[in-house]
């Protein structure tokens, strides 16, 4: 059975930091690329984030160049977002998927609220 379970999502201060996790099991995690996504009430979920099987290749939204980072741990089937310097404009549900070719797995989702 294909789980994809988030973590770590909640209430922050504007300039804070929040890890997420992703945790994957039921199928080769390793042959996956992995993509986070994010969701407000009433619009279309955009990517922030993806990384390639082997961890080598990574690719950012410009709305979160220079403060997000995504890893992997394929050893643990896990996918991570660090996120810094967060802004209101970042308050989303967050989403992890995994993806390879034709197939996508998705999370529940987390959600992610920065507000002073």
């Known amino acids: 059975q294909v789980q994809l379970v988030e973590s770590g999502g909640g209430l922050v201060q504007p300039g804070g930091s929040l890890r997420l996790s992703c945790a994957a099991s039921?199928?080769?995690?390793?042959?996956?690329?992995m993509r986070w996504y994010r969701q407000v009430p009433g619009k279309e979920r955009l990517l922030v984030a993806y990384?390639?099987?082997?961890?080598?290749?990574?690719n950012y939204a410009d709305s979160v160049k220079g403060r997000f980072t995504i890893s992997r741990d394929n050893a643990k089937n896990t996918v991570y977002l660090q996120m810094n310097s967060l802004k209101p404009e970042d308050t989303a549900v967050y989403y992890c998927?995994?993806?390879?070719?034709?197939?996508?797995?998705w999370g529940q989702g987390t959600q992610v609220t920065v507000s002073s």
């Open positions: 039921g199928f080769t995690f390793s042959n996956y690329v």
């Open positions: 990384i390639m099987n082997l961890g080598i290749s990574t």
């Open positions: 998927s995994a993806a390879r070719g034709s197939l996508t797995y």
